[in-house]
């Protein structure tokens, strides 16, 4: 594998792109191919075979493009479609978005109760309960599906009062009592990080996948000596283009970028 090989990010939407953003800003050098699948967001709405068809055809997309690895930057897709990805690309790195959190979490010796919110996809597949009491039963996780927080980010209100008001009102549900740690189990929730971080007067550690992916994902090119040598050219490709959609990726990503249109991965 060509070391200067681009790294593959996916999801249904723009919230990946928090998760690219956090891959630039630590690893300047790798090339980044982006592919937000706008034709069938939001996943976390979606069946589980639904995802692990989108997911399959994606990563394939990937591996015609000699990607050295494939970011699931969807907590959805990594909890039904991880495997189904690594059985299509056994050559390529497959790194999901929930394995590097769980692994904060269950190497931390301060923690007592997990609160994770995310979509009705990735609570309903119970997989940070399961993956976190696996290796240590003494962490209580209280987790709360919050469906409407994509689709609004996605339509752009975010750390406005809309934004602030559906986020309280969610957090104050009592399936959250009593949390010390709150993982954010969705890409796009970075993007409402304050307005969170807000709704506790109390000092509670919020923890986003984007930062801990990319320093994982740091360890794992080193370790294969993957590391690229010299920067390259982003590209940003989607399977339904929409104007509104480019807007709100040139904000997100933080640089002028383009989309490519590609209607035939399906």
Same mark, same amino acid.
Request: hydrophobic letters at 40%; glycine letters at 4%.
């Given at each position: 594998?060509?070391?200067? $090989? #681009? %790294? ?8 990946? @792109? ?14 980044? @191919? ?7 967001? #939001? ?10 068809? =989108?997911?399959? +055809?994606?990563? @394939? ?5 000699? =990607?050295?690895?494939?970011? %699931?930057? =969807? $907590? ?12 299509? =690309? ?5 790194? $999901? ?25 990735? %609570? +309903? ?10 290796? +240590? ?52 929730? #970075?993007?409402?990080? /304050? ?5 506790? #007067?109390? /000092? ?24 690229? $040598? ?29 989309? /490519? ?6």
């Amino acid at each position: 594998m060509n070391k200067d $090989n #681009p %790294i593959g990010i996916f999801d249904s939407g723009i919230g990946g @792109l928090t998760v690219a953003k956090a891959i630039r800003s630590l690893l300047p050098h790798e090339s980044l @191919l982006y592919f937000g699948d706008t034709k069938h967001l #939001p996943y976390g709405e979606k069946s589980a075979h639904a995802i692990q068809e =989108c997911s399959k +055809n994606i990563a @394939l997309f990937f591996k015609q493009k000699n =990607c050295k690895m494939i970011v %699931i930057a =969807c $907590n959805t897709a990594s909890s039904v479609a991880y495997e189904t990805i690594k059985n299509e =690309c056994p050559k390529i790195e497959i790194i $999901n978005v929930i394995d590097p959190i769980v692994k904060r979490i269950t190497t931390s010796n301060d923690t007592n109760t997990i609160g994770v919110i995310g979509t009705k996809g990735t %609570i +309903n597949s119970d997989v940070y309960p399961q993956k976190i009491k696996s290796i +240590n039963q003494n962490i209580s996780v209280k987790s709360l599906a919050t469906p409407l927080l994509a689709a609004m980010i996605e339509e752009g209100f975010f750390n406005d009062k809309i934004s602030q008001a559906i986020v309280h009102n969610y957090l104050k549900d009592p399936a959250l009592e009593g949390i010390d740690k709150l993982i954010l189990a969705c890409t796009h929730y #970075p993007l409402i990080h /304050e307005v969170i971080r807000d709704f506790y #007067p109390q /000092e509670i550690d919020i923890i986003d996948s984007a930062s801990q992916v990319a320093l994982h994902i740091k360890d794992v090119l080193t370790d294969k000596q993957l590391i690229a $040598n010299q920067s390259q050219k982003h590209r940003f490709y989607v399977s339904d283009y929409t104007l509104s959609f480019e807007k709100s990726a040139k904000f997100f990503f933080g640089e002028d970028i383009h989309l /490519e249109e590609v209607s035939t991965i399906h």
